[in-house]
T-cell receptor
Framework: GAGVSQSPRYKVTKRGQDVALRCDPI?????LYWYRQALGQGPEFLTY????????KSGLPNDRFSAERPEGSISTLTIQRTEQRDSAMYRC?????????FGSGTQLSVL | DAKTTQPNSMESNEEEPVHLPCNHS???????IHWYRQLPSQGPEYVIH???SNVNNRMASLAIAEDRKSSTLILHRATLRDAAVYYC????????????FGKGTHLIIQP
């Protein structure tokens, strides 16, 4: 079956622009997670949802970052007024319970 | 989540067993031990998890010390495709909260 799908695969933007990253989880998975990964580092937790409810957003770096999952399925991570330090791989994962299944990620480059 | 300690890197030969250690001296009674791995240019992938008893699946075995302060991921016969970063993570049982990844162990497999 289909895995976790993320789009776009690559995103290049100019500093100051807003970006929206999309995650389409595995059908039926209750939980959805967002991570950010810098080169050579482990994934860094950002936020997660159970159904449409955002359970923990403690990992979001600042108020330029927000996420939503309005219907308990697809989620969008939005970064406003992007900065060069936001450049990273953004990974989404979904889970039916104990195991997390990760997508291929969106590589964000802020010029 | 309680902290885990892993060696930065390990090297092994193809077709030999590999034992990847993880120390978690501050583990609590409700913490499960999870292992994920990340192959080059891919998202993390679930490997195995356990609470107290040793666990086996098609990918690996997990040996948990009697005091639960350490564990070992065992790859019985390493192949070149097992070259990856392996992460040992503690997670509260029954919870859907996000995993906290450390730096992991970079496993190098020599042909």
């Amino acid at each position: 079956g289909a895995g976790v799908s993320q789009s776009p695969r690559y995103k290049v933007t100019k500093r100051g622009q807003d970006v929206a990253l999309r995650c389409d989880p595995i059908s039926g998975h209750v939980s959805l997670y967002w991570y950010r990964q810098a080169l050579g580092q482990g994934p860094e937790f950002l936020t997660y949802f159970n159904y449409e409810a955002q359970q923990d957003k403690s990992g979001l770096p600042n108020d330029r970052f927000s996420a939503e999952r309005p219907e308990g399925s697809i989620s969008t991570l939005t970064i406003q007024r992007t900065e060069q330090r936001d450049s990273a791989m953004y990974r989404c994962a979904s889970s039916p319970g104990e195991k997390l299944f990760f997508g291929s990620g969106t590589q964000l480059s802020v010029l | 989540d309680a902290k885990t300690t892993q060696p930065n890197s390990m090297e092994s030969n193809e077709e030999e067993p590999v034992h990847l250690p993880c120390n978690h001296s501050t583990i609590s009674g409700t913490d499960y031990i999870h292992w994920y791995r990340q192959l080059p240019s891919q998202g993390p992938e679930y490997v195995i998890h356990g609470l107290t008893s040793n666990v086996n699946n098609r990918m690996a075995s997990l040996a948990i010390a009697e005091d639960r302060k350490s564990s070992t991921l065992i790859l019985h016969r390493a192949t070149l495709r097992d070259a990856a970063v392996y992460y040992c993570i503690l997670r509260k049982g029954g919870g859907a909260d996000g995993l906290t990844f450390g730096k992991g162990t970079h496993l190098i497999i020599q042909p």
